[in-house]
């Protein structure tokens, strides 16, 4: 008889791998509630957007610090940011500056990195926004 191996929950917020954390997709949760909810250009503003993209690449930071403190961060290596866009919304780019700006503030030049802006049709939970993020670290 085959054996059944039962399945392991195969989301972490981040993993380690060399001197890399890798970042899961983080939404803008504070406190639990998302921050905003719906398409970017319709439902939600660019300026609320902006503010979600911050909230999100706080979660990433607090997912690295979790992992090995921020104080490990040697860098920000690369940023990939999804928005929820409403029929033809094209400033991606714009929404995902308020994580990118919020990591300069808090590393200086060493939050400078590469940097991807992907407008999409759906998000998990209705959320206009979502930020994944790649540190080198100590």
């Known amino acids: 008889m085959p054996q059944v191996v039962a399945p392991v929950a195969a989301y972490v917020p981040a993993v380690r791998s060399g001197a890399h954390i890798y970042t899961s997709g983080q939404l803008p949760f504070v406190s639990g509630e998302l921050t905003a909810v719906g398409k970017v250009g319709a439902e939600v503003s660019l300026e609320e957007a902006v503010l979600a993209a911050r909230w999100c690449a706080l979660n990433a930071l607090a997912a690295v610090h979790d992992l090995v403190g921020l104080d490990e961060v040697v860098r920000i290596v690369k940023v990939v940011g999804f928005v929820a866009s409403a029929p033809g919304f094209t400033d991606q780019p714009l929404v995902i500056n ?41």
């Open 98 to 138: 308020g994580a990118s700006e919020l990591l300069g503030e808090v590393f200086g030049p060493a939050g400078a990195h590469a940097r991807s802006a992907v407008g999409v049709f759906e998000l998990p939970k209705n959320t206009p926004v979502e930020v994944e993020l790649i540190a080198e670290v100590r």
